[in-house]
C-alpha cells in the first residue's frame, strides 16, 4: 500500500483523486488530499454561471472522490513539508507520504497600484479578485450593491466577469494594460474585432491603459481607477484580474527546483526528488505552466496512471491550448500557437470587423498548430479535433473556415433542371429517368408512376417532387389533352 | 389470383404490414397495406421481399458432409439422415463435456413463438447453459440501459403514432431513412416545424432532413449527452417538478454533469461545436412534448449502454419519459428485435422477460415446461463470448445456428471463422447457404415468413400477426418442426411443432413476467392492429403508453444512472490514423443473407464499398470506383471507394452486409460492453491503403535482394 499525499483540493488535486479512484478501487494506493480552503473542491470553469446567476455556488461543487482509502481533508493548510522525514506539516500535524503530489495551483497577480491596498495588505473595500469560489460569493453580493465596475486585466477572466456584471445590470469597463484584449491568445486585429463585440453588448474597453491608482472616497470605499493617460474611470466596484502566479513557496522552501512553476518530467516528478510529484498550475513541464483546466486534468490522468501502477510508463507529453471564453453573446476560441505570424507559419485569415468576425489558421507541414475563431464558431470542433490529432489539414483551407454542409439538394424544383440519373424517391431507388420512361410508357398519373415505378410508396416524401415531374411531362407532351402550356421550359427527353 | 393474405414485411423492427398475393405459377405478389407502422408505405426492400420465395437459391434439401468429413463437399441428404446427423453429435459432446458442450445461436428475425422454442430446446432439450442469439449485437445496449432506468426494456413505450405529438425529435445513431425508411413519415411534423435533431458522425440521408445535426467524433456519444445534461442544468431547463416526483438519483448526474461536462470541454472531445449543443437542447426543452430516441449509432460500443443511460438521463432531466407526445425511446432494429429478446433465448433470460438467475422466474418457467426447476442451467456466455469459447477446451464443439449469419454479422469475423472451423459440429438451418451454412456439416432447409404463421413482436411492443400464404417447398420444415423433431429424437417431448400451440404455452410462460402475453391472443392480434404487451388477461386492452402513472420500478420511479464517458475501446495512431464506423445500406438488410439474393436490390448495391471524405481521397490519390483496402488491427476488407463529404475526413464507413473479403466485421472490435456485452461495431483503428498501389506479399519482386 502506497501513501499518496496530495497538496491541494482545486480542480487538479480534485481530479487526480478521481482519476486514481477510477483506476484503483481496490485501495493500493491510499490518499489523502488536503485542502486549505473550507468547502469541498469546485468546477473553476462555471465560476462565470455563478456570476451569471445561471447556477449557484453550492451547485458547482466538484464529485467528491469517496472510498475508504480516499481521505479528503477540507480547511487544512500545509504549512511546510519534509522530504527527509517524508511528511507534511498542516496546522501542528505531520502527515507521513510515500509520495508526495503538489497540487497547490496558484493565486491572482494583484498589480502593484497605489490605493489598491491598506497599508496592513488589505485590499480596498470594493475591491476583489476573480479567481476563487469566495470571490465569486464576494462578486456576487458586491454586484448587488454596484453602480459601476471597473475590471482590471482583459484578459479571459477579466472577460467573462465584465459579461457577468453587465448581465447583472452593473455598468463595466474593462482596463487592459496589453495593446488589446486577450494578448495572450489573441493577435491584434482579433482583439479589436473582440473589443467591438464588447462594446455590443454595453462593456467597455480600454485598452492599452495602465491603472496607476486606485481613488477611494472618504470611507475608503474604491470610487475609481486613475489611468496612466490621467483618465478616470469612476467605480465603485473594482475586479482584479490580471493575470496569476504559481503557487511555490511550499516547493521552493523544501529545496524542489522552482522556475516558475515546480520544474516537473514526462511523470509530473520533481527533477529533484523521485518522490514528489506536481500538476496544474503549480507545475511546469516542459518549459510551461498551464493555466487552464484540461492541461491539468491530462496530467492528472497520466499521473493517476503512474501512481496506481496502471499504467506505470504514462507519459505527459505537453498539452495543446484550447483557449474558449465563456460568457454569452460573446464567440470566442483561440488554440496553440494562435499568435504565429507569416513568417513562422502558414496563415490564413479572414477579417471582418464589421461583422465582428475574425478567422485565423496557422498551418505548419500540413498540420494545424494554431487558430483563433472569433463571431463564428461552427468549424471549432473540426479545428481542436485537428489541433489534439495532428491529422494533415485538408487542401480546401477555407473548408476550415466556414462550415461546409454536405451538398443538399439544390432549392430547385423545376424538374426540368434535374439530370435524368437524379434519384427521386430513393426509398424504391427511381430517377427522374424511370420516372420519364414511365410516362413515355403510357402513365399519366402520380398513382400510375407510383404503381409502375413504387416511386412514392415508401416514406412518402417525394411525393411532391414525383407530382412536380408529371406534370411537367404532362405540360410537355404534345399528345396530352391537358390544357397546360404545350411547351415545356425544356424538350421531354426522348 | 388467390386472395390476398395479410400479413407483415419479413425484415426490419418497423414491421410493416403488407398484403401477399399468392400467384398461380408460385411465390407471391406484395401489395399494399395500410397499418399504423407504415400507412401503406414499403421500401424497396418490402416491395422486392417475394422474390426469395421463388429464388433458385432457395435450399430445399438437407445438406451433409459427403462422409461426414469437413473437407469433402455439403451433399443433399434425407432429414433423417441428417438429423440423426445432428443427434449423433450432440450426445457426443454431451458425453465428452455434459450439457454446455452443446450450444444454440439463435436471431432477432425468429417469429416469438420461434425464439421462445428455441430458448426451450437448449434449456430442456439439450439442457445446456449455453444459448444466446444476435439480439446481443443489435439493441442490448439499449435494453440494459432502459431496464436500469425503467424497470422494464420496451423498444418504444408509446405507439408510433405519438411521434406526431411531439414538437421536437433527438434521434441519436439513427439512420432511419435508410433502414427503415417508411418511418420517416412519422417525422413529417418534425421536419416541417424544423425541429428534428440528429446526432450522427455521417451526414446520412435522416441526417440531411434535421434541422440540426451534431456530427461527433465516432464513440464520443456519451460525452455529447453529457454535456446537453449539463446545457439543461446550467441554463434552467430541467423539469424540477417532474424531477422532484418521478425519478430518484438526480443529485448525483446533476453534480456529475457540472464537474465536468461543460459544452466547452464537450466540444473538444465530440467535435462538436458547443453553440450547436445549446441549440440542441434548447430545441429540445423548448418544445412542450418532446421526444429522444437512439439507435445501433448510440448503443454499438463498448459503453453502448452507459451512452443510452446518458440519453435517458437527458430524457428525464426534460421530463419527457411516460408523459403523452414525450418520451424516450430505442429505434429496434431486427424484425422481431423486440419480442426476440422477450422469450428465453437470451444467455440470461426466460419466457416474459423473465431473468434466468431470479428463483421465482424459474419456479414459474418450470412449473410451464413440466421440469424441475433445479433442472434448468443458469445463465449462459454472452453472444461473442459463446462464439469466442467455441471448439476452445473449455468451451462447447457443437453450436446449432438459426437464423443467423455470424460469419459476417459478428465482429472480428476471421476469429469467429477460426472457432467454427474447430467445432466437432456445426448446424445451421437457413432458407440459402448463408456463409455460415457453407462452413456448416449439416444444413437445414427451413421456411419463409410468406409459408409460417406465428407472431412478431415490432418495435413499439406491438404483437403482430405473420401469416402463412403459401405452402413451403417440399422438403423444407419450418424451425418448430425441426426442434420438436430433434426435441423428440433426444429423448425430450412436449414440444409442439404447431405454431399456435407454442404460443399459448409461451403465454403461460410469460404470464406475471415484464413481457407479459398471457391475455394475447391470435384472435385478438387479428381483430385490432395487433396488441401491445403487457397484457396480463384477456380483458385486459393491452398497454400501447407505458409508464404514465408509474415506471416499472419497485418505487414506481424512473432511475438516474450516472455515468462517465471514456474512450474508445481502440484508438487511432499513426499505423491506424481512420476510424472505421459501420452501418447499413438502403437496400440490404443485416448480413445480407436474403437481400444479396434478391436480383434488383443487388443490382442496386452490388457489393460492399467504403465511404471517404474527399480530403482523404485526395491525400490518398484514390479515385471514385477504385478498389481499397481497409486495414485493421485484426484483418482487412476491401471495397469500392465512394468519396463523399458525408463522411467524416477522420472516418470511414462500411456496410456490414457483404460477406468475403468485403466483410466490414474483418475490421470491428470485439470489445465488449461491460453491462450489454455488446460490441464495439461502431468504431475501430483502421487505415486505408489503394489495391492497385499495393503489391501483394507473395509476388516476388524481380532484383530484390535475398
Redesign the interface.
Known sequence: MTRVVVVGNGMAGARLAQEVLARDPGGRVRLTVLGAEEHPAY?R??LS?VVAG??VLE?????RAEAPHVVVRTGTTVTALDRDRQVVVAGGEEVPYDVLVLATGSLPALPPVPGLRDPGGALAPGALAFRTVDDGRALLTASGAATRAVVLGGGLLGIEAARGLVARGVPVEVVQAAPHLMDRQLDPDAGRVLARSLADLGIGVRAGARAVEVLRGPDGRVRGVLLDDGATVEADLLVLSAGVRPCTALAEAAGLAVDRGVVVDDQLRSVTDPRVHALGECAQHDGRVYGL??PAWEQAAVLAGVLTGTEPSARYTGSHE?T?L?ASGL?VAAMGEALAGEHEAEVVRFHDPARRTYKKLVIRDDRLVGAVLLGD??????L??LL??R??V???RL?LLFA?????APADDDPSHLPDRATVC????VTKGAVTACWLAGARSTADVAART?AT?????CRDTVDGLVAWLRAGDPESTDAAPATPARGVPA | MSAPVPTHCPYCALQCGMHLVPLPGGGAEVAARDFPTNRGGLCRKGWTSAALLTSPERLTTPLVREGGDRRRPLVPASWDEALERVVAGIRRAQAHKGPDGVAVFGGGGLTNEKAYQLGKFARVALGTSQVDYNGRFCMSSAAAAGTRAFGVDRGLPFPLEDLAAAEAVLLVGSNAADTMPPFLQHLAAQRERGTLVVVDPRATPTAQAAALHLQPVPGTDLALALGMLHVAVVDGLVDAAYVAERTTGWDEVRRLVLGGYWPERVERLTGVPAPDLRRAVHLLAGARTAMVLTARGAEQHSKGTDTVSAFVDLALALGLPGRPGSGYGCLTGQGNGQGGREHGQKADQLPGYRRLDDPAARAHVAAVWGVEPASLPGPGRSAYELLDALGTPEGPSVLLVHASNVVVSAPDARRVEQRLDALDLLVVTDLVLSETARRADVVLPTTQWAEEDGTMTNLEGRVLRRRRALDPPPGVRSELEVLAELAARLGAHRFSADPRRVFDELRRASAGGPADYAGITWERVEAGDGVFWPCPDEDHPGTPRLFLDRFATPDGRARFVPVHHRPVAEDRDAEHPLYLTTGRVLGHYQSGAQTRRVPELAAADPEAFVELHPDLALRLDVQEGEEVRVVGRRGAAVGRARVTPTVRPDTVFMPFHWGGAGRANLLTNPALDPVSRMPEFKVCAVRLERVGAHVPAHVPVQGAGA
Open positions: 468546477n470553469v462555471l454561471d445561471k447556477v451547485d458547482i461543487a466538484l464529485p483546466v484540461a484550447v474558449r465563456k464567440h464558431l461552427a468549424t471549432v470542433g473540426t481542436t479535433q489534439d490529432r491529422d494533415p485538408p487542401a480546401d473548408s461546409g454542409r454536405a451538398p443538399a430513393r426509398c424504391n431507388g413504387r410508396t415508401g416514406c412518402g416524401g
